[in-house]
């Protein structure tokens, strides 16, 4: 059987963590940073899990994650 394939524009958005699960960066961090408070732009650097309803989609994507 031929090895599958990974999605490669996934598996430079998604990492496993220590734990097994699926870790995500967060949007809006991109541009237009001036409105935007010193709190909110320091909370949007942090890392969060995937939502279970995706984490399944997810992993079909990155078989070798």
Avoid: E, W
């Amino acid at each position: 059987m031929p090895k599958m394939k990974t999605n490669r524009g996934a598996a430079k958005r998604f990492k496993m963590s220590a734990s097994g699960k699926i870790m995500r960066s967060k949007a809006f961090s991109s541009h237009i940073l001036t409105k935007k408070t010193t709190k909110r732009k320091r909370n949007l650097r942090q890392g969060t899990v995937v939502d279970a309803t995706n984490a399944q989609n997810i992993r079909k994507m990155l078989p070798y994650l």
